[in-house]
């Protein structure tokens, strides 16, 4: 009898060692390693393989394609404008986060003009009926199916036009011996859909699972292969989603979209005002809001800090939503160039409603945040700030800076603290609203410790 052959695949890049080990060499994970059967190797056949022969890169005409509408402004956002046709869709998110039910609401209103396929590997079809009745889906050209097996799918795709996969972790080859969900399972349907979608004309959507630390599950490879990346965020407890692209090859990975959850089903939400502010704003310190560019748009931000003396030995410090690194450089660049101590202080910092905010442009609501945390003076809540801070104390220009005051003016904003650089883009709009340019971090506190210079003798 032949011996079973094995080998550990990291689960994170998909390296092959013939033993287990505790950290993968080729991504540095740990614990990443699992056991599948090694594919036996069969017979090549002599019969010649065809293949497409090197041309100038003058002869290859430019493809022009039509972006297809999904019936939802907020997902043809984030795609760049619309579905790209026989384009890759990977959509992941924690479970019950609502990926099914955002792709069910696309598949309605795309079968409405074009033949979708909607293959649920993980529930009944009769179990899909009910949502589709929650949702008020009721298209004659949607097909559905309770499939796993790669090789029957493919069997169905004649004449389809948007397939829908749910999920790839449960889909498995007949051909490969190792179980659904695992490394090599999930790499070659991913590639197989890949080809498929390709010579066919085929928008391929896939639904993908999450590990505990919120990544995609399974190799790495899966990502690359996909054209566009997609993250559905959120808490179980709070009724708003963020849907987030990671990767684009057609769009901005910037681009940030905004569901609420109701009873019948996802509503793109347009006015963030109650999602990313709160209304108790310029009433507490530390409350700073900042307009944020995501994308192709500016998003109106609130930051939070909050400062307490710490009772152990070593200041704690926390953030969510804004980066770490960066929070502790705000904190540096305080203490040594406006001279607020926070060595025997607990920091901790937060973006409202769960959005991410990374680029430099945040770095002056974050450090106004701590600096009101800090002083106990609250910043007015019709004055918001943006610009980049350097660690030699200097406010920095930023790109955008006319959408991002023009953002402020729409929502009611009467002033907006700004790099000095940026003054001569904005000048125009000095009329609508306050302009107070700062061309250092301690100009930039004063502008909000000196309200209680002026209550001082009060």
């Not at 659904?180 to 391929?204: F, N, W, Y």
């Not at 993908?208 to 407890?237: N, Q, R």
């Not at 540096?332 to 905010?357: C, H, R, T, W």
């Not at 009611?412 to 883009?425: C, E, M, Y």
Request: proline share 3%; hydrophobic share 40%; charged share 25%.
């Amino acid at each position: 009898m032949a011996k079973n052959l094995t080998a550990y695949v990291c689960s994170e890049c998909g390296t092959v060692s013939p033993k287990w080990l505790g950290k993968c060499p080729g991504c540095g994970a740990w614990n990443s390693f699992v056991e599948e059967p090694v594919a036996q190797q069969t017979q090549k056949s002599e019969k010649p393989v065809r293949f497409e022969r090197p041309r100038p890169l003058s002869e290859i005409e430019e493809e022009h394609f039509c972006r297809i509408k999904s019936g939802s402004e907020e997902l043809d956002r984030v795609l760049g404008g619309g579905i790209v046709p026989a384009s890759m869709v990977l959509l992941g998110g924690d479970p019950g986060i609502g990926k099914s039910t955002l792709l069910t609401e696309v598949a309605g209103r795309l079968s409405e003009d074009k033949t979708v396929l909607y293959v649920s590997a993980e529930e009944s079809v009769s179990q899909l009926k009910l949502r589709c009745n929650r949702l008020k889906v009721r298209s004659q050209k949607l097909l559905v199916m309770n499939e796993t097996v790669l090789e029957h799918i493919e069997d169905c795709l004649e004449n389809v036009e948007i397939l829908i996969v749910d999920s790839i972790q449960a889909v498995y080859l007949e051909s490969m011996s190792s179980s659904a969900g695992s490394v090599g399972q999930v790499r070659e349907c991913a590639s197989r859909l890949m080809r498929v979608a390709k010579a066919k004309g085929i928008t391929v959507f896939l639904v993908g699972h999450v590990t505990k630390e919120g990544s995609l599950a399974g190799p790495k490879v899966l990502e690359h292969i996909m054209d566009t990346v997609l993250y559905f965020e959120g808490d179980a407890e709070n009724n708003y989603r963020i849907l987030r692209a990671v990767k684009n090859r057609f769009g901005s990975v910037n681009e940030v979209g905004v569901f609420e959850m109701r009873e019948s089903g996802l509503v793109g939400v347009k006015d963030y005002s109650g999602i990313f502010m709160s209304e108790a704003r310029g009433e507490n310190a530390g409350s700073v809001v900042t307009p944020f560019f995501s994308g192709n748009r500016s998003v109106l931000v609130e930051v939070q800090g909050l400062v307490s003396k710490t009772v152990f030995g070593m200041p704690r410090r926390m953030s969510l939503g804004i980066d770490y690194n960066k929070m502790v450089l705000m904190l540096a660049v305080l203490e040594k160039k406006a001279g607020l101590p926070f060595f025997s202080q607990d920091v901790y910092l937060n973006a409202m409603g769960g959005i991410k905010l990374s680029e430099p442009a945040v770095d002056l609501a974050v450090l106004l945040s701590l600096a009101s945390a800090y002083t106990g003076v609250a910043v007015d809540a019709a004055t918001a700030c943006f610009g980049e801070v350097g660690l030699t104390g200097e406010v920095r220009g930023v790109a955008h800076a006319e959408t991002r005051v023009r953002e402020c003016i729409n929502a009611g904003f009467r002033r907006v603290i700004l790099p000095r650089s940026n003054l001569r883009a904005v000048a125009n709009m000095k009329e609508k609203i306050e302009l107070v340019p700062v061309a250092y971090v301690s100009q930039a506190v004063k502008e909000i410790v000196k309200k209680e210079k002026k209550a001082a003798p009060d």
